[in-house]
């Protein structure tokens, strides 16, 4: 509990730090302004994630931007992706599956972006772009930080991909920023009711179903 109080603590440095970069010219030496579709590929809570950013995505690009398990490359042939784009979000950039997946979608001549917490990983040696998460060493399970983070590289891409969407998420950075300004007594009412509960739903769709 102490490990993830205080990586909690550090989410939302993280996530200014990674929803600020600029990655327009990155994008567009990779081709990503051209990608007909774009699938993501995650496991756990890089998925959760991944869900959020397909949302997004689709919202703003109106292009589809559906999720592949990792097996349908580790285990199975692969699948043709055409002109589409391949995201592939893992945190610690080593899982086996996930650095299949990557080479499948790089051998088929698609671009792969690669979000990782850790640079000179496994998939980010079969990644067209890396967006790196930078949220440090997480120490917690489960992950918080790197899960915040991977959100905000994603919409980093998204920003260069559609230039209007920059400042809704440079808007979005600021919020984040005042974060810790946030008054202890609505924290405490909300440990209290969560503390004194039997059940807790939760329940959200669209970018919230990610979240949830």
Do not use: C, W
Request: glycine residues 10%; without cysteine; neutral net charge.
């Amino acid at each position: 509990g102490q490990f993830m109080a205080v990586e909690l603590e550090q989410s939302a440095d993280v996530f200014v730090r990674a929803a600020s970069l600029d990655l327009s010219q990155a994008a567009q030496r990779a081709g990503l302004g051209t990608s007909s579709a774009f699938y993501t590929i995650a496991r756990g809570s890089s998925d959760a994630a991944a869900n959020i950013l397909s949302y997004e995505f689709m919202r703003e690009l109106q292009r589809p931007s559906p999720s592949l398990p990792p097996s349908v490359f580790s285990v199975g042939g692969g699948v043709s992706l055409g002109k589409a784009a391949g995201i592939v979000i893992s945190q610690s950039g080593a899982s086996d599956d996930l650095v299949q997946a990557a080479r499948g979608m790089r051998e088929a001549g698609s671009p792969v972006v690669a979000i990782t917490n850790t640079p000179g990983s496994r998939v980010e040696a079969q990644s067209t772009l890396t967006i790196p998460i930078d949220a440090g060493e997480e120490k917690a399970v489960p992950a918080t930080k790197t899960v915040v983070g991977s959100v905000a590289a994603g919409l980093s891409l998204l920003a260069a991909l559609k230039p209007d969407y920059a400042a809704h998420l440079r808007r979005s950075v600021a919020s984040f920023s005042e974060v810790e300004n946030l008054p202890s007594k609505a924290h405490a009412d909300l440990r209290d009711a969560l503390i004194g509960a039997r059940h807790v739903y939760v329940v959200g769709r669209d970018t919230g179903f990610g979240a949830a």
